[in-house]
């Protein structure tokens, strides 16, 4: 990693902490561990708290506030969020300013510049943006957010007790690292009923995605405009997740999620986060039960709910009679007969920027509105509308913190039923776009070792180390355990024929869908449609006759492999696999994903029987004209490919977006599937004071454990 690189990336240690300061007129300088000094930097031991540490200097810029405009205009510690279009524009404005910047060189010295002078959660938004569209910094891998910002992944209380073994280590014996625990008991308790799912709303992986999709897919910004079939995507990465959360609410008993339509009535879930936005110690905001939204009326931003509901109206009649009237008057088509290959923009692309929403890429802004942007906002500051308790938005505020409410759900179960009314209206596909008569799936097993079609899921904990984003004002590291469901790695056999005399190339698409309602009862394809997630897509030879294929778990087609995040803090590693990725590696960009352990929903103790479908579609139709794609493409159904187009050109949730041909009758496909069983065992536990842990937390999961 060259000087600069590691330069770049000391400035996402601690983002609360000043770095830089005055030195020789004319410089300004930051200092930096010796073990992350660049090679060949000046080294200068200097007095203060960190004496004997490298001090990189850094050349100021002239002019520096004018070019950075609007980003000076979130006060430090506050919350940035991506759904406020002022905090959009800052953050373009910041953009900007880094991307004038033509060498690595150049950009740490603008960003070691810029990093005192404006919000700590803007910076870091930013200088991630520009790193993962770089060519020149592909091979960055940037440190994980929940250990850049861990104040919004660890509730406080967790952090106070870390900070108290902080300060017992200055009158005891010091540690080589301060361990504190967090989970399960996450943010509430199972008084609330939707605490169950605490665990996964709460979960660091899920989090961190989501923040990193909304990075890969920003709204408005120039250089990331034009991301091949943008909205579409943005329609179904978010109506997935919402899949995922109704399995995991039925494996615990719960409904599937009620969307959120009327803005004028209390909401009953409440969510208090117990987060800080970062050292500053300012609070999340916290929504009791049974408030309702109100108009909005904070500093410049002003949200009314009579222009919400006139906004939805809009959008519905344009989604009725299948067309948008455009900021100049002109009328286009809404239609998923379209071909994105060809350079034609489905419906579903137009309805996904329209609702999303983007300013420049909204057919009309002024008139269809900001409605799924402004519902965030809304939600977010329900408590302090008008400002003048000073408090600072909840979680709905920010991509990384969002999905730990229940309301965020609720909010997005609203936003996909919008979604889903405009495929209602799209023809159901024909029996010839669903079969593909040369191949047939003969046999699909799934095994995780044991017994076949029963799959494991158990509760497991990893480390992440608080310290590089809060400072502790020690130098012993502070790592927090968190506790998160995962699976034992299953694989897939699959018994697939090909009936022509030749190779044929294929797709093989893999869903997996809870079969019971709620009332235990065998649902129909109608109820079970919108349940449907996908685990695997990929590519493959068949040769003529049979053909055996197998595929594990972790190759999945919606998943970052696990050591992506994978940090080895005990033997002292930075990431299992260097702190960077291969020179050829899309490093940075592979850091959008849905975590690998939360791949298989949770399953109840006694099994819960799961609908798993395999279909396999010709590759010639589905494939995309485009140079081979580039590698990092892992995550590529969640999270397209870099500068590449999306690689599949069904529409996004083939075959379950639309309906099928009559409301009788149900596709052939999905009558021959194959049952599998998700089950949660008993939590493995050797020392004693695990065992009493473990045996805390069996009581407060109930049912999970089953000894
Ligand atoms: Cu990802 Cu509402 O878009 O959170």
New binding site residues.
Partial sequence: MSEDQRGLLYLFEQPSRAIAFPRAAGSVVYDMPPEQMPPGMELAPRSGPSPGRTVVTVSPVDNLKDELGSALSIPKGAVFSV?LKQHRQAAKDLIACFLKRRSPAELRNIAANVHDMVNESLFVYSLSFVIIRRSDLRNVRLPPIYETFPSWFVPEPTIAKAREEVSKQRYMPKTERIVVDHGLEFSGTDENPEHRVAYWREDYGINAH?WH??IVFPAEIEIALHRDRKGEL?YYM?QQMMARYDMERMSVGLGRIVKLDNWREPIPEGYFPKLTTGNSSLNWGSRPDGLSVKNLTRHRIRININEMEMWRDRIFEAIHLKKVVQEDGKEIQLTDDLDPDRGQKRGIDIVGDML?ADTRLSPNYTFYGDM?NFG?VLLALAHDPDGVHREEMGVMGD?GT?MRDPV?YR??RY?DDIFQEYKFLQKPYTEDQLNFPEVSVDKVTVTAGLENNVLYTYFNMREIEASRGLDFDSDTPVIVRLTHLDHKPFKYHFQISNKSRSKVEATIRVFIAPMLNIRNMRMNFFEQRTLFAEMDKFQISLKPGKNIIERRDDESSITLPREFNFRNIERGEVYEDGTVAPPESDGSFCACGWPQHVLLPRGKPEGMPFQLVVMVTDWNEDKVNQPTPRACGNAASFCGILNGKYPDKKPMGFPFDRLPITRRTVPGWWRSTWGVSATCPSQKSTSSSRRKKSQRNRRHLGKCYSK
């Fill in positions: 759904f989501h999709w909304h943005f978010h999303e799924h965030h991509s969002a965020f909010w997005h936003i």
